[in-house]
C-alpha cells in the first residue's frame, strides 16, 4: 500500500484498460470497461496494464473527482487527519498534502508546526476517508448534453479514435479561372466601361439603360447665346471661378487631392522648411515686417510665453541687435514693422519673433539665438530675425561678440553670468560669433543680452567692456557697419526693439526717435520717453531716422564709448537720467529702441541686411543715443530695461558697472567711459525706480521673475502688474514716456528678463569683479544692466506688451510669470530676474511643455508665500541683491555681489529663459550650459551644474514633489529668513513643487525643476558666497563647485548657472 | 469486519449502510467498490445541504460492519465523464496553500478577527495572502491589526475601496453573512 503516487496520471485513465481486463469480476464491469477504453484510448494507446485500484475504473474516477479536495482520513487507531486529498496509489494508498492530526478541540485551525507536508496512508491503515461538501462534477471537462458541438465534445464522443482525419488537397476544378486570374494582372482598364456594362445588361438580362449623359434629369442645358447678358455673366462666371481657384483654400483643397509630394516632403521637410526659412530668413534673408510677424504669429501661438520673453529677451537683444548692424536695420525694419500691424501688435510680432527666435536657436540659427537669448523674450524674436535677416553672421558675430562678451561676462559678472557665462562659455566654447551667437543666444536669450547687458551694466563696465569687447571681437563684424555703429548698433537694436514692441507707439517713437536721433543722449537720459519716442520713431525714424541715425550713429560711433556710456546712461538714464544725459538717453533710447528695434526691427535690420549697415547706422543714428547703448549691446538695450527695472536699485550698480564697462568698453569703443558715466545707473536707478515703478506695474509681471533682484519692488509690482500692465500699455502707447513706454513694451518682454537682468546687473558686479571675464561681457553686462533698466522700463513696456501677450498668452504667462514671478520674488536677490526669466523661459517651455501652468500655480503659492518676503527682502535692502536687480543697480556697489549674482542670474536666467523659451531645443542648440541649464531646469547652467541641478532640482522636484512640498516651504521658511537666496532656493523649491504639481507634465517638471534649479542654483550660489546655503546640499554642491571653479567671476558664473538653473 | 462474501459485491449505484469499527455510520449511494484493496466508495447528501454538493466517503471494508444493501441499483450507472486533471492540480495546489496560509497566519498569532477577514477576502480576492499580520490584497492592499477599515491602506483605486467595503461590513456582524452573499453577487 505504500505505492503512493506511482500511478497518479495513469490511475485515471490507466484503470481503464486494467480495469476492463481485471475488472471483469465486477457485475459492472462490462460497462466500467468500456468507460474505460474510452478514456483511456483518450489517454493513449500504449497499452498500460493498470494494477490495483487503477484497473478499477470507477475507482479512479471517483477517488480522481476529488483529489484536491479537503477530507478527514480516519485511521484504526482513531486518530483523524485532516488534509488535501493529493492522489492515492494502485494499493489504494492515500495521500495527504498538508495534514495535520486533527485536535479534538475543532475550534483552533492547525498551527504551521502541526502541518506536514504530505502523508502517505497505507489503505490497509485507513477505516474511512471523508470528502465535505464535494462537487464531483468540478473537473468534468464537459456536460455531455450540453457541449455536443465543440471540439472537445465532438472528438470526446470519438472516444479514443484519435486517428487522424485525411486531408483532401482542394480541387480548384475547372481551370477557366485561370483566364480571369491572369487578366486581372494585365487589365489596366478601371474597370467596366459603363457602355459595356449597359451592352453587356442589355444582352443578357434585356435591360436598356435610361442613362442620359446630359443628365437632363437633372439640370438644365446651358442655352449659349451672344447676347450681351449671357457674356456678362459668363463673364462673371469666369471671375467667380477664378476667384474660387486662385483662393488659398481652393488651392489647399486641390493640392490635398492633387499633392504629388511625397510623405516625407509633406510630413518631414515641411517643418524644417519652415524653420529653415524663419531662421535662413532671419539669418540671411531680409524678411519683410509683415512675414516675420507671421512667422512670428506662426510661432507665437505655441510661443505666447515667448512674447514675454522675446520682449525680455527683446529688451537685451534688441540692445544686440542695436550693437549689431541688424539693431539699426533691425531699429529700421522693426520700426517699419512696428510701424506695420506688427508694431501694432508688436507683441504679437514680438512673441512671434520670440517663437521664432527660438526655433531659430533650436534650428540652430545663431543670430536667432542670440536674439533670443538676448532679447529672451521681445528682443529675442525680433532681434533674431533681425540678426539672421541682417546678416547671420554679422549678428551672430556681433551679438555673439557682445553677447558671448556678455554671456561670458555677465557670467564672470554675476551668479547670472554663471547661467550666461556657463551659457556663453559654452557658446564661447564654440565658435565665438556664431557660438557667441547661440551662447549669446543662450545666454542672451533670456538674460543674456538683457541680463548679460544688465550684469555688464550692474557688474560693472567691465561686463560691459567685456561686452564690448566681445562686441569688438564679434563687432569686427558689427563693424562691418563701423565699430561706433557696431555700438550704435546695439543700439539701434534696442530702439529696433523698441519698435516692436511700441509697434502702435511706434510712429510715436518713430518721431521720438527722429527727435532721439537728433536729441538722443538728452532726451534718453532726460526721459525714457525719448527711448519710447525712439521706439516710436524708430519704426517710422527707420526709414528717415535711419540717415539721422547713421549721423547718429556715427556720433554715437564716432564715441562709441559715448554709446557704451550712453548705454550705460540709457540704463542709467532710465534708472534715474542722472548719470548722463547722453546715457540717459541712450537708456531711453534703449529702452525705445530695444522695444521696437530688438522685436521687429532687429528682424527688420536683419532683413535689410543690405540695409542692415546703413539702415543700422541710420538706426544706430536714430538709436545714436541708442546705437551708443545698443552697441554697448542689444545688452545695452536689455540693460537699459533692465536698467530701467534696476535703475531703481541699479543705478548705482550701473555706474560701477559702467565704469567697468568704460574700461573694457573704451577697447571696442570710447563710449564704455560714458557708460561708467552712464553707469548713472545709479541714477538709472534713481530714474528707475520710478520709472520702474510706473513701469513696475508692468514689472511685476516681469517682476515675478525680477522680483529677486527688484525683490520687492518686483514682488510687489507683481501683484499689481496687470494693473500695471494695462496702464502701462496704455503709458507705451503714450508717447510722453515714449521711451520708456516703447523700451517698457519692447522691454516689457525683454525687460522681464532684463528685470531679473537688473538683478544681473548685481550679479554683473561679481561677474564685472570677477569680471574681466571676457570683454564683451562687460559690455553685456553692461547692456544688461541697461537692459535690466529696461526691463523695470520694459516692464513697463512688457506691461504693454504684456497686456498683449496677457490677453493673449498673458494666460500661460502671467501664471507662469506670476508663478515664475512668485518664485523669482523669493529668489529677491537675482532670482526675481532669475523668475522672471524662468518664467519666461517657462513660458516658453510651457510652450514645449506647457502644462506649467500647473507648474505655476503652484510655484505661485510658494511664490506668493516667497513672494511677499521678497518683496519685503527687496524693499528692505535685503534684497539688494533684489533690488539691486530691480532698483538693485544702485546697490550694484555692495549687493551687486549677491545681487549681481543674481542679475547675472536674471541674465542667464533671461538667456536661459529665452534659450528655455527658444525651448529645450534651443538648449541643445546653445551650448552646453543652456542645454544642461534647461535640461537640469537651469541648475547647473554648465554643463556640470545642468546634471547636478537636475539632480537637486529634479531629484527634489520628480521625487520630491511630494516631498518638495515641504523643502519648498523648509526652504522658504529657512532660505528666506536667512537670505535672499534662499529664499531663492525656496522658489525654487517652491518652483520645483509646484512642478511636482503640474507632475504630469514633465515639462512642467521640466520648467519648475528649471526654475527650481535656478533657485535652487540662486540660493545656492549666494549661499555659497553668502554662506547661508541651506538649500538643497546637490544642489549646492553643483553649484558651489561651480563657483569654487571660480571665485568671484565663478560666483557670477555661479549666479549665472543658477539663473540658468532658475531658468 | 464481515468481509462480503462472494457474489456479493457493490453494484454501482445501490444504495448500502455500514457500521465502522470506530462506531460512525455510514450509508450513501455506491460509486465503486474495488474488491481487491476492498474499498468502498460511497457518495452521500452533503452534510452541510448544499445542492450542488456531495460528501464522498471512502470506506475500508475491513474495518466496517453490518453492511446493508438498502436498495440494489435499478439502472446502469451513467458513463464517467473525463476529468480535467490539471484542473484537479490546481485545486490541489491552491488547498494546500490556502491551508498553510491560514496555518501561517494562526501560528503567527492573527487575531481571529484578522483570520476571519482573511478568509472572507479570500473567498473573493484569491490573491491575498499574509505577510506577518498583515493582510495583502492583490500586492497593492496592506490590512494590518486591528483589521479595521482605517487600517487599509494602499494605493488608491479599486482594490483598496472594494477591501474597505468588505472590512466595513466585516465590522458589523450583522451585516458579515449578507457582505459575504452580496460579495459573491458582485465578483460573480
Known amino acids: ?1063 | 469486519m464481515a468481509a462480503p462474501g462472494p457474489g456479493e459485491y457493490f453494484s454501482v449505484g445501490s444504495h448500502v449502510s455500514c457500521l465502522t469499527c470506530l462506531g460512525q455510520r455510514l450509508q450513501g449511494e455506491v460509486v465503486a467498490f474495488d474488491y481487491q484493496s476492498k474499498m468502498l466508495t460511497l457518495k452521500c447528501a452533503s452534510s452541510s445541504g448544499k445542492p450542488n454538493l456531495n460528501d464522498v466517503i471512502l470506506i475500508n471494508l475491513a474495518y466496517v460492519s453490518d453492511v446493508d444493501i438498502i436498495n440494489d441499483r435499478t439502472e446502469t450507472p451513467p458513463p464517467l465523464a473525463s476529468l480535467n486533471v490539471s484542473k484537479l492540480a490546481n485545486r490541489a495546489r491552491t488547498e494546500k496553500e490556502d491551508k498553510l496560509s491560514q496555518a501561517y497566519a494562526i501560528s503567527a498569532g492573527v487575531s481571529v478577527e484578522g483570520q476571519q477577514l482573511f478568509q472572507t477576502i479570500h473567498k473573493t480576492i484569491k490573491d491575498c495572502k499574509w505577510q506577518e499580520k498583515n493582510i495583502i490584497v492583490m500586492d497593492d492592499v496592506v490590512i494590518s491589526p486591528p483589521y479595521q477599515v482605517e487600517n487599509c491602506k494602499g494605493k488608491e483605486g479599486s482594490a483598496l475601496s472594494h477591501v474597505r467595503k468588505i472590512v466595513s461590513m466585516l465590522s458589523i456582524p450583522a451585516l458579515h453573512v449578507l457582505l459575504e452573499l452580496l460579495i459573491v453577487l458582485f465578483m460573480d
Not at chain 1, 520708456?740 to 544681473?760: A, C, E, F, I, L
Not at chain 1, 526654475?1011 to 546637490?1034: C, E, F, H, K, Y
Open chain 1, 1 to 1063: 500500500m505504500s505505492m503512493k503516487a506511482g500511478g497518479n496520471r495513469s490511475k485515471p485513465g490507466g484503470g481503464n484498460t486494467a480495469g476492463a481486463a481485471a475488472s471483469g469480476a465486477g457485475g459492472s464491469g462490462g460497462g466500467r470497461q468500456n468507460l474505460g477504453r474510452g478514456r483511456h484510448s483518450g489517454k493513449g494507446p500504449s497499452p498500460v496494464i493498470f494494477n490495483g485500484v487503477y484497473a478499477n475504473m470507477r475507482m479512479v474516477h471517483v477517488l480522481t473527482s476529488v483529489v484536491g479536495t479537503k477530507c478527514e482520513l480516519k485511521v484504526k487507531n482513531g486518530a483523524v487527519y485532516e488534509g488535501v486529498f493529493k492522489t492515492y496509489g494502485p494499493e489504494c494508498d492515500l495521500v495527504l498534502d498538508a495534514a495535520h492530526r486533527k485536535n479534538p478541540e475543532p475550534s483552533i485551525g492547525p498551527r504551521k508546526e502541526d502541518i506536514v507536508e504530505s502523508i502517505i496512508f497505507k489503505a490497509s491503515d485507513v477505516v474511512v476517508v471523508t470528502f465535505k461538501d464535494v462537487d464531483l462534477n468540478f473537473a468534468r471537462k464537459v456536460s455531455s448534453d450540453t457541449d455536443n458541438f465543440t471540439d472537445a465534445a465532438v472528438s470526446g464522443r470519438i472516444n479514443g479514435e484519435h486517428k487522424e482525419k485525411d486531408l483532401e488537397p482542394w480541387d480548384g476544378g475547372e481551370t477557366h479561372n485561370s483566364d480571369s486570374l491572369e487578366s486581372l494582372d494585365t487589365d489596366v482598364s478601371n474597370g467596366w466601361d459603363p457602355n459595356d456594362m449597359f451592352k453587356y445588361n442589355e444582352e443578357k438580362y434585356g435591360v436598356l439603360s435610361t442613362y442620359d449623359s446630359s443628365l437632363s434629369t437633372y439640370t438644365v442645358p446651358l442655352e449659349r447665346d451672344n447676347s450681351e447678358e449671357f457674356l456678362k455673366r459668363e463673364a462673371r462666371a469666369a471671375q467667380l471661378a477664378e476667384e474660387i481657384e486662385a483662393s488659398a483654400t481652393y488651392k489647399a483643397r486641390v493640392a490635398l487631392e492633387n499633392d504629388e509630394r511625397t510623405e516625407e516632403e509633406k510630413y518631414t521637410a515641411v517643418v524644417r522648411g519652415e524653420r529653415e526659412t524663419h531662421t535662413l530668413s532671419r539669418e540671411n534673408k531680409y524678411i519683410p515686417p509683415s512675414q516675420r510677424n507671421r512667422e512670428a504669429m506662426s510661432w507665437g501661438p505655441g510661443r505666447q510665453n515667448s512674447p514675454r520673453l522675446g520682449q525680455n529677451s527683446a529688451g537685451p537683444s534688441t540692445p544686440r541687435p542695436g550693437p549689431h548692424d541688424y539693431s539699426p536695420s533691425s531699429g529700421a525694419d522693426q520700426r517699419v514693422v512696428n510701424g506695420g500691424p506688427p508694431r501694432m501688435s508688436p507683441k504679437s510680432q514680438r512673441t512671434p519673433r520670440a517663437h521664432r527666435v527660438p526655433p531659430c536657436r533650436t534650428s540652430g540659427v545663431p543670430p536667432g539665438v542670440d536674439l533670443i537669448s538676448h532679447n529672451a523674450p521681445g528682443e529675442v524674436p525680433a532681434t533674431p530675425p533681425t540678426r539672421s535677416s541682417s546678416s547671420g553672421g554679422t549678428w551672430s558675430s556681433v551679438v555673439s561678440g557682445a553677447h558671448r562678451p556678455r554671456s561670458p561676462r555677465q557670467n564672470s559678472i554675476g551668479g547670472a553670468s554663471p547661467g550666461s557665462s556657463s551659457l556663453s562659455s559654452p557658446q564661447t566654447a564654440t565658435a565665438p560669433v556664431e557660438t557667441v551667437t547661440t551662447p549669446t543666444s543662450a545666454s542672451s536669450p533670456t538674460a543674456a543680452s538683457p541680463a548679460p547687458n544688465m550684469v555688464a551694466s550692474p557688474s560693472g563696465d567691465a561686463k560691459e567692456c567685456r561686452v564690448q569687447e566681445t562686441r569688438q571681437t564679434s563687432p569686427s563684424a558689427n563693424k562691418e557697419n563701423i565699430k561706433p555703429l557696431d555700438s550704435s548698433p546695439s543700439i539701434t537694436r534696442p530702439v529696433c526693439k523698441g519698435p516692436p514692441s511700441m509697434a502702435p507707439d511706434h510712429r510715436k517713437q518713430i518721431d521720438n526717435l527722429k527727435k532721439f536721433s537728433v536729441d538722443f543722449r538728452l532726451q534718453s537720459s532726460s526721459n525714457p520717453d525719448p527711448a519710447f519716442d525712439q521706439m516710436m520713431t524708430k519704426p517710422v525714424r527707420d526709414p528717415a531716422d535711419k540717415p539721422k541715425d547713421l549721423p547718429l550713429d556715427k556720433a554715437s560711433t564716432v564715441g562709441r564709448e559715448g554709446t557704451e556710456d550712453g548705454v550705460v546712461v540709457i540704463a542709467t538714464g532710465t534708472s534715474g537720467g542722472a548719470p548722463a544725459p547722453s546715457t540717459t538717453t541712450s537708456n531711453t533710447s534703449k529702452p525705445g529702441s530695444p522695444a521696437a528695434l530688438s522685436p521687429s526691427p532687429s528682424a527688420p535690420d536683419q532683413k535689410r541686411a543690405g540695409l542692415d549697415v546703413t539702415s543700422q547706422g541710420v538706426q544706430t543714428t536714430a538709436t545714436s543715443s541708442f546705437s551708443g547703448p545698443k552697441h554697448e549691446e542689444k545688452e545695452e538695450k536689455k540693460e537699459a530695461v533692465q536698467d530701467q527695472v534696476r535703475k531703481s536699485t541699479l543705478n548705482p550698480n550701473a555706474n560701477e558697472f559702467k565704469p567697468r564697462f568704460n574700461t573694457q568698453p573704451k577697447p571696442a569703443n570710447t563710449p564704455t567711459p560714458p557708460r561708467p558715466q552712464g553707469q548713472p545707473s545709479p541714477s538709472i536707478v534713481v530714474q528707475q525706480p520710478p520709472t520702474v515703478y510706473g513701469q513696475t506695474v508692468c514689472f511685476p509681471q516681469m517682476y515675478p521673475l525680477t522680483p529677486v533682484s527688484p525683490g520687492v519692488q518686483k514682488s510687489i509690482i507683481w501683484k499689481s502688474p496687470a494693473m500695471y500692465q494695462v496702464q502701462m500699455p496704455h503709458m507705451t502707447v503714450s508717447q510722453s514716456k515714449p521711451y520708456r513706454p516703447g523700451k517698457v513694451p519692447n522691454m516689457p518682454q525683454q525687460r522681464s528678463d532684463q528685470h531679473h537682468p537688473p538683478g544681473t546687473p548685481t550679479m554683473m558686479h561679481p561677474a564685472t569683479a570677477a569680471g574681466p571675464p571676457i570683454v564683451a561681457p562687460s559690455p553685456a553686462y553692461s547692456a544688461q544692466y541697461f537692459t535690466c533698466s529696461p526691463q523695470q522700463f520694459t516692464s513697463q513696456p512688457l506691461v504693454q506688451q504684456m497686456p498683449h501677450y496677457q490677453s493673449q498668452a498673458q494666460h500661460v504667462f502671467s501664471p507662469v510669470m506670476q508663478g515664475s514671478a512668485r518664485m523669482m520674488a523669493p529668489p529677491a536677490h537675482g532670482q526675481p530676474s532669475l523668475v522672471s526669466s524662468s518664467t519666461t523661459q517657462y513660458p516658453e517651455q510651457t510652450h514645449t511643455m506647457y502644462v506649467s501652468p500647473g507648474p505655476m500655480p503652484q510655484q505661485y503659492p510658494h511664490h506668493s508665500a516667497t513672494l511677499h518676503p521678497h518683496p519685503q527682502h527687496p524693499q528692505p535692502s535685503a534684497t539688494p541683491t533684489g533690488q539691486a536687480q530691480q532698483g538693485g543697480p544702485p546697490q550694484h556697489g555692495g549687493p551687486p555681489s549677491h545681487p549681481a549674482a543674481s542679475p547675472v542670474q536674471h541674465q542667464q536666467h533671461q538667456q536661459a529663459a529665452a534659450a528655455a523659451a527658444a525651448a529645450q531645443a534651443l538648449h541643445l542648440a546653445n551650448q552646453p550650459p543652456q542645454q544642461q541649464m534647461y535640461s537640469a531646469l537651469a541648475p547647473t547652467p554648465p554643463s556640470m551644474t545642468p546634471g547636478p541641478n537636475p539632480q537637486s532640482p529634479q531629484a527634489s522636484f520628480p521625487s520630491a514633489q511630494q516631498t518638495v512640498y515641504i523643502h519648498p516651504q523648509q526652504v522658504q521658511h529657512g532660505y528666506n529668513p536667512n537670505h535672499m537666496a534662499h529664499v531663492q532656493q525656496a522658489h525654487m523649491q517652491s518652483g520645483i513643487v509646484p512642478s511636482h504639481h503640474p507632475a504630469p507634465t514633465h515639462p512642467t517638471m521640466m520648467l519648475m525643476a528649471t526654475q527650481g534649479p535656478p533657485g535652487g542654483p540662486q540660493p545656492p550660489m549666494p549661499q555659497t558666497a553668502l554662506n547661508p546655503i541651506p538649500v538643497s546640499s546637490t544642489t549646492h554642491f553643483s553649484y558651489l563647485a561651480h563657483p569654487q571653479g571660480t571665485s568671484v567671476s565663478q560666483h557670477s558664473e555661479e549666479n549665472v548657472r543658477v539663473a540658468v538653473f532658475v531658468f
